[in-house]
């Protein structure tokens, strides 16, 4: 499985950005997919997960009413729409697969893409 995350970029405050995470292979309808991001200096945290099925979605406090997570199956692609982006949103931003366990765990994921840098500018 091969993830590849897109669509970061530089941008000012109250600005949107709209994330991409292609995966490859077959089983990517089965499996809930999440975001996180990491800031410099910090640990990764969880953002956003949404299930196979693309009915369930969690949102991290933070994010909670600003961003949302959705799918598209046939293209085997997740989103995380980001609006009213504000500085401390800025961070790489990873998409993964989880494998089992709790959603915002990063322990829960066993692939991950290589990550896209949001920056935000106040």
């Known amino acids: 499985v091969q993830l590849q995350a897109s669509g970061g970029g530089l941008v000012q405050a109250g600005g949107s950005l709209r994330l991409s995470c292609a995966a490859s292979?077959?089983?990517?309808?089965?499996?809930?997919m999440g975001w996180f991001r990491q800031a410099p200096g910090k640990e990764r945290e969880f953002v956003a997960a949404?299930?196979?099925?693309?009915?369930?979605?969690y949102y991290a406090d933070s994010v909670k009413g600003r961003f949302t997570i959705s799918r598209d199956n046939a293209k085997n692609t997740v989103y995380l729409q980001m609006n009213s982006l504000k500085p401390e949103d800025t961070a790489v931003y990873y998409c993964?697969?989880?494998?089992?366990?709790?959603?915002?765990?990063?322990?829960?994921?066993?692939?991950w893409g290589r990550g896209t840098l949001v920056t935000v500018s106040s």
């Open positions: 993964g697969r989880r494998r089992s366990g709790s959603y915002h765990g990063a322990d829960s994921y066993d692939y």
């Open positions: 292979g077959r089983t990517f309808n089965d499996y809930f």
């Open positions: 949404i299930s196979w099925s693309g009915t369930m979605t």
